[in-house]
């Protein structure tokens, strides 16, 4: 019998080549009958304008295992940004949850046991891009995805790595406030 699962948590970053081909994604990973799956029946339960939850899917009728909610980091209010945050966005999720239990991840027999709240961050200046690269989006987000499942499952970082890097280790939007290039 597999061990039970409560809760995990994890943070990725996954960089493209243009500015907007950004992933950072965070996640609470745990049972559907513990506190995650009493997170995500709340959460969908109690939607917000601008942050609506959805399912990550496959297509419009296809739920993905482990089910995985979506909330946005970013207030929504364009169609456009709409469209490609659950469209390119929600597909790349969809896949990257799946290419996790395909690569051993996440166990294939607790697949329907666990649940993911996926908090998923889209640049907003994707909307100033006249021709997004949909494929290098879904490529970004897909990777970032099992990148944060990974993490969350081995619990990674560690508390001796964080110790071990802590002085070592800089934010970078820290770092641009102490140059003077934050304002």
């Known amino acids: 019998m597999a061990k039970r699962l409560i809760m995990r948590t994890a943070e990725a970053l996954v960089e493209g080549n243009a500015d907007y081909l950004c992933a ?43 089910a995985t909610l979506m909330v946005s980091k970013v207030t929504v209010k364009d169609n456009r940004y709409t469209n490609i945050l659950m469209g390119t966005v929600q597909a ?17 027999k607790q697949a329907n046991d666990l649940g993911i709240i996926y908090s998923v961050w889209l640049d907003p200046s994707v909307l100033n891009v006249e021709k997004v690269d949909h494929a290098a989006l879904f490529e970004v987000h897909r990777q ?27 934010h970078y939007f820290h770092q641009l406030g102490i140059d003077g290039q934050l304002g």
């Open 24 to 66: 950072e994604p965070e996640i609470i990973l745990g049972t559907l009958d513990g506190p995650v799956g009493q997170a995500i029946a709340t959460l969908l339960g109690d939607q917000t304008k601008g942050h609506t939850k959805v399912f990550a899917i496959l297509n419009s009728d296809i739920q993905v295992k482990p």
């Open 92 to 108: 790349a999720i969809a896949n990257g949850v799946l290419d996790a239990v395909r690569e051993k991840v996440i166990p294939r």
């Open 144 to 170: 970032a995805t099992v990148k944060v499942i990974r993490k969350a499952m081995k619990n990674e970082p560690s508390i001796d790595w964080l110790l071990k890097h802590q002085k070592s280790t800089t």
